[in-house]
């Protein structure tokens, strides 16, 4: 790969470049803010149709920043189901942050326990896939990345908050056209991250295994839906590696 | 629903979602991963986004749908035309969701 590397995030930086970096990160996020807003508000109004006061929404959205996993729980709260099997559901749907921790990982090297813990509380679809997108072209630091994390975080607990503060007036949030809003910065991440052939038919591939899973259900074969995206995603990832052998080390 | 209850989802998603997130980097940001594995991982990026893509342009909510007759899969179409033009998150997204409310009143 001919691109440019960033330094290092190690090196000594002065304020006003880290405040350079962390406003950088927070422009990158402004999609990100706008996308998570109208998500948000609808996750808010679903938690408190289910008897989630507007505290309690927000501060889950605040503490869990989980989109889908906020989304499942409430489905299974909804099936009557307890603690558990919220618990299971959620950290299954989510299982897809192993592989993000581990591929953004050998970046965060250069910084601290807590500092890395901070970045991995923030990390999301969206925020990976920024954030990767930038690293590739050697933009991305720690400072950047954490501002994309906050400017992410804002877009989800306020929409959580106006959603659970103003539910009866909002009315039904899909008439603003929300249920688009995560479909279409995963389908502008998935151009921004396959960035040459072999990546491209790393994520058709992952399309295949994605339709074949929940089709096999038509044949009589049931696999929990919580899997697909994991199975697919690690499917395609294996099946690249062995087609295309190492040259270039990504 | 009591009120312990769903403080305690709340606490336990809290938990699970930062352990789930928090345990990969901090194991293997401290070892030095092989070749083979960096390989794999520099797939995993494209793989997941396109196993999510898949799953909200073919099946919304969970259920099949023909991408012909929707607004999902016309709607994604504009999205990726969008962005590999103007190479703007901001841009795709919204042009995604308005393309979405007009194709889902044209479409039904």
């Known amino acids: ?250 | 629903m009591s009120d312990n209850f769903i403080w305690s989802v709340v606490i336990g998603m809290a938990l699970a979602n930062f352990l789930v997130r928090f345990i990969p980097i901090a194991i293997v940001s401290r070892v030095e991963l092989p070749r083979p594995v960096m390989r794999w991982l520099s797939f995993v990026p494209a793989s997941v986004m396109g196993s999510l893509v898949a799953a909200e342009v073919f099946r919304p909510g969970g259920s099949w749908i023909n991408p012909v007759s929707s607004p999902y899969g016309w709607a994604a179409l504009l999205t990726g035309l969008v962005y590999w033009r103007s190479r703007s998150f901001l841009g795709a997204t919204l042009a995604g969701m308005l393309g979405f409310v007009a194709l889902r009143a044209w479409l039904g």
């Open chain 1, 1 to 250: 790969m001919l691109r440019f590397r960033a330094m290092p995030n190690t090196l000594p930086i002065g304020n006003a470049e880290r405040g350079a970096r962390f406003v950088r990160g927070l422009k990158l996020g402004l999609p990100v803010f706008l996308g998570y807003m109208p998500v948000g508000a609808a996750f808010g109004i679903l938690a408190t149709g289910l008897g989630f006061s507007t505290l309690q929404a927000c501060a889950c959205s605040a503490t869990a920043l989980a989109g889908a996993g906020q989304f499942i729980a409430l489905s299974v709260i909804r099936a009557g189901e307890g603690i558990f099997a919220v618990l299971a559901a959620t950290t299954v749907v989510n299982l897809r942050y192993v592989l993000f921790g581990a591929t953004i990982s050998p970046y965060l090297r250069g910084l601290t326990l807590p500092r890395q813990a901070l970045l991995a509380y923030f990390l999301t679809d969206e925020t990976f896939a920024i954030n990767i997108n930038d690293r590739r072209v050697g933009l991305s630091t720690g400072w950047s990345m954490f501002g994309v994390g906050v400017i992410s975080w804002v877009g989800w607990v306020s929409g959580t908050l106006v959603g659970a503060a103003a539910a009866s007036w909002i009315g039904d949030p899909s008439r603003w056209g929300v249920e688009f809003a995560m479909p279409a910065m995963f389908v502008a991440l998935l151009i921004a991250l396959a960035e040459n052939r072999q990546h491209v038919i790393a994520a058709c591939m992952a399309t295949a295994i994605a339709l074949a899973l929940p089709a096999a259900a038509l044949i009589g074969m049931h696999i929990p839906s919580a899997w697909f995206i994991v199975m697919a995603s690690v499917g395609a990832a294996t099946v690249a590696t062995l087609l295309f052998p190492d040259r270039s080390v990504a």
